[in-house]
């Protein structure tokens, strides 16, 4: 197995295909430079602090899963996989704001080959006052929202990271999507819309895009609420020989939350882990499976999940080192004081004292 590195360091950058080229986000990194420089000489704390997305809001009337698997027979004829994640970290606080940090990355096996490219961080001071302006700044730059019918849904400060990463994963997916051509695209998450996270009509266009082109999209989530009889969909493995799906029927949700994808239960190796599933619905029922297939035969597996949406996920996730690099450059760049705030946790009770993210 190979691994090779794109490094952005023009204003185009490298996808699977020469046909596959798209202009590097230049607003984000516009809007990080302007938000960093409204906080120059002022203090912030530090904070090492990751940012989950929420947990799915998923409520269905109903859903169940049919017990007989269906059996998956790998094909090896060479296809593209292509998998997109991105991540986003608080690294420290000011008196007005947040410092955040986001991050992208695509990674696409090819002739037995993995090349990724990584975008970013961009670093954002976030703060009451600018907050409306990175957000709409952004969405109208990608996604030619209008600046009033952006306004309504305007986040809060606290919403703002995931906000701004979630946003910036659907442009990196919305790119793949209109770039890439007869692949396998791979997801992080469901093919749920209708939040604010994820409008239906900009998940709704993104499908089609992959669509035109050829392409399946399949989405895999790490966690899923969606139960049968109070038992988590993912715990119900038959005793079958991997690999295999399971199918789910009458799943309907409450709007205005929509469904764009079938869901299933993939168990793809001999290891009992299973993920939940999401093709798009569009597809036909033998293009979803057969899009399953050629992803089994052309990608790895540890612990049942694609080796290529496992690389996304961790090159774009942030390690401490480069956390306290992001804390140097905007000391030394801004002229940002680091401040130590005492925890009050451990202050007021001692080992009893978990943090903030333990209350």
Not at 182 to 204: E, V, W
Not at 240 to 251: A, G, I, K, M, V
Not at 308 to 317: D, K, S, V
């Amino acid at each position: 197995m190979v691994i090779e590195q794109y490094t952005v360091t023009t204003q185009r950058y490298n996808f699977p295909q020469p046909t596959m080229d798209t202009v590097l986000p230049r607003r984000f990194l516009e809007q990080s430079i302007q938000s960093l420089r409204q906080v120059h000489n002022e203090a912030f704390e530090q904070n090492q602090q990751s940012l989950q997305y929420p947990t799915s809001m998923e409520n269905p009337f109903s859903i169940a899963l049919k017990p007989h698997p269906i059996l998956l027979i790998p094909r090896t004829q060479q296809t593209l996989v292509v998998a997109v994640d991105t991540s986003t970290m608080k690294i420290g606080e000011t008196c007005t704001g947040l410092i955040i940090a986001v991050r992208g990355a695509t990674v696409w096996k090819q002739n037995r080959h993995y090349r990724y490219t990584r975008m970013g961080p961009f670093i954002f001071h976030i703060t009451e006052d600018n907050k409306n302006d990175v957000f709409n700044s952004l969405e109208k730059a990608y996604f030619n929202v209008s600046q009033t019918a952006n306004c309504r849904f305007a986040p809060t400060t606290l919403q703002m990271p995931t906000r701004i990463a979630s946003l910036f994963e659907r442009w990196m997916q919305s790119s793949l999507a209109k770039t890439a051509e007869n692949a396998i695209i791979l997801f992080d998450g469901s093919l749920t819309a209708g939040t604010i996270d994820t409008p239906a009509k900009r998940m709704h266009e993104i499908l089609d895009a992959a669509r035109r082109r050829g392409n399946t999209v399949l989405a895999f989530s790490k966690g899923t609420s969606l139960r049968v009889s109070g038992r988590l969909i993912t715990d119900q493995l038959p005793e079958h020989e991997p690999p295999y799906l399971l199918e789910t029927s009458n799943l309907k949700l409450k709007p205005p939350t929509v469904l764009l994808g079938e869901v299933y239960v993939a168990r793809l190796n001999r290891a009992r882990i299973a993920f939940r599933l999401d093709i798009d619905r569009e597809i036909s029922e033998s293009g979803q499976l057969e899009a399953v297939e050629k992803l089994v035969g052309n990608d790895l597996y540890l612990q049942s999940y694609p080796e290529t949406l496992r690389l996304a996920h961790i090159l774009c996730t942030f390690t401490a080192n480069e956390v306290l690099a992001m804390q140097h450059f905007a000391k030394r760049k801004y002229g940002i004081q680091l401040v130590n705030r005492p925890d009050m946790h451990r202050l007021l009770f001692g080992p009893f004292g978990r943090g903030e993210s333990h209350a």
